[in-house]
């Protein structure tokens, strides 16, 4: 079987061919953090015109360079929620428009099931597993029981880590997307300023990041401090609090092994110290590929095949939505 996938919930339009048996067909994927960077965060109506100027070229260019007919598509998935609404709507109504030409059926797929299912790409890992999301708009952590069947843990009360990557990384002048900044940073500094981990201590899987942001705020009106320094501590605070909460996870529900997702499980030392934890505590840790960790549409395709092989598609007028919680969309769809 072969899909189309269709992801534009924010700044990255992207299209992937996927099939069952083979995998990964074509894959393509535009950046727009270029036209973002002066901004230091998505401008959406920048970002929902770029997503129209491009798609069909894009679309052009994945037939050019496989040779794939599209008339061999059996389905066509897409991206329906979270995201920039108005970006949300070009990709789905690019969607629509192809499968009523082709006369094909409808699969919506999640963003953070999207991300969750990226590490399916390498290696499916068996149910139930405990997925830590960490991307820009969200911040979760799930039991997934199976595919569709997702249970809230905890999560941020407030900013996303991704977010406050993007938002420390504004403060110090940096520019956007933040994350990749800090990261580079993060490697010639040293975790030399105190800041705080926020709800750290507290015996709930809930987080909150605001705090930390505005205590690096602090240091920067205060002037004089190392850019690499503050990028250490602030990355040293954030993987602390994530480390505790996912140990605090695996206590509270006896499930040992983990998969991390979403833009920020690109970051290194993340990665450093999650397989460090993983290798003393003997949890099993799933993470993709730093290429498959930020936003794409092989992850959509993905996610995408596992539901129409359960036989869920959608109505032609379905609409995108701004932010259906994972849980509920997994009962919904599934
Ligand atoms: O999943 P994603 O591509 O888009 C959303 O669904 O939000 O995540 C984007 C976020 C941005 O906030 C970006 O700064 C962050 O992921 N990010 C990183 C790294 N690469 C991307 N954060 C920390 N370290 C990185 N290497
Ligand atoms: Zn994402």
């Given at each position: 079987?072969?899909?189309l996938a269709?992801?534009t919930?924010?700044?990255?339009?992207?299209?992937c061919i996927?099939s069952?048996k083979?995998g990964?067909?074509g894959?393509?994927?535009l950046?727009?953090?270029k036209l973002?960077?002066?901004?230091?965060g998505?401008?959406?109506?920048?970002s929902?015109?770029?997503?129209?100027?491009n798609?069909l070229?894009?679309?052009?260019r994945?037939?050019?360079?496989t040779g794939f007919?599209?008339?061999?598509l059996d389905?066509?998935?897409?991206t329906?929620?979270?995201?920039l609404?108005?970006?949300l709507?070009?990709?789905v109504?690019?969607a629509?428009t192809?499968?009523y030409y082709?006369e094909?059926p409808?699969?919506p797929?999640?963003h953070l099931?999207g991300?969750?299912?990226?590490?399916?790409l390498?290696?499916p890992?068996p149910?139930?597993f405990?997925?830590?999301i960490?991307?820009?708009?969200?911040t979760?952590?799930?039991?997934v029981e199976?595919?569709?069947k997702?249970l809230?843990?905890?999560?941020?009360?407030?900013d996303?880590?991704?977010?406050?990557?993007?938002k420390?990384a504004?403060?110090m002048?940096l520019?956007?997307?933040?994350?990749?900044?800090?990261d580079?940073?993060?490697?010639?500094g040293?975790?030399?300023?105190r800041?705080p981990r926020p709800?750290i201590?507290e015996?709930c899987l809930n987080?909150?990041?605001?705090?930390l942001k505005?205590?690096?705020?602090?240091?920067v009106?205060g002037?004089g401090?190392s850019?690499?320094d503050?990028s250490?501590?602030?990355?040293?605070?954030?993987i602390?609090?994530?480390?505790?909460?996912?140990?605090?996870a695996?206590?509270?529900?006896g499930?040992?092994r983990?998969?991390?997702v979403g833009g920020?499980?690109a970051?290194?030392?993340?990665?450093?110290?999650?397989s460090e934890?993983?290798?003393k505590?003997?949890?099993?840790?799933?993470?993709p590929h730093p290429k498959?960790?930020?936003?794409n549409?092989q992850m959509?395709?993905?996610?995408g095949?596992e539901?129409?092989k359960?036989?869920?598609m959608a109505?032609?007028?379905?609409?995108?939505e701004?932010n259906?919680?994972l849980e509920?969309?997994?009962?919904?769809w599934s």
């Open positions: 079987m072969h899909t269709v992801e919930s924010c700044d990255e339009t992207a299209l996927y069952d083979e990964v067909i894959d393509i994927i950046s727009q953090a973002h960077f002066p901004y230091g998505v401008v959406p109506e920048l929902a015109r770029e997503h129209t100027r798609l070229p894009l679309l052009d994945l037939l050019e360079e007919d599209l008339k061999r389905f066509i998935s897409f329906l929620t979270p995201g609404i108005l970006s709507v070009v990709g109504s690019f629509k192809l499968a082709l094909k409808l699969v797929v999640h099931e991300h969750v299912y990226s590490v399916f390498q290696k890992v149910y139930p405990l997925a830590l960490v991307s820009g708009g969200h979760d952590l799930y039991m199976d595919f569709g997702y809230p843990l905890g999560g941020t009360l407030d996303a880590v991704g977010e406050s990557y993007d420390v504004k403060l002048g520019g956007y997307p933040g994350g990749p900044l800090i580079s940073l993060a490697k010639e040293r975790p030399i300023y800041l709800m201590e015996d987080m909150s990041f605001s705090g505005t205590a690096v705020r602090k240091i009106e002037g401090y850019k690499k503050l250490a501590s602030f990355q040293e605070a954030v602390d609090v994530l480390e505790r909460k996912v140990i605090l695996v206590e509270k529900t499930v040992k983990i998969v991390v920020v499980s970051n290194s030392e993340l990665r450093r110290r999650f934890l993983s290798q505590l003997g949890f099993e840790l799933h993470i498959l960790s930020t936003d549409a959509i395709a993905y996610a095949m539901r129409f359960r036989g869920v109505p032609e007028s379905i609409n995108p701004p259906t919680p509920v969309f997994g009962r919904l």
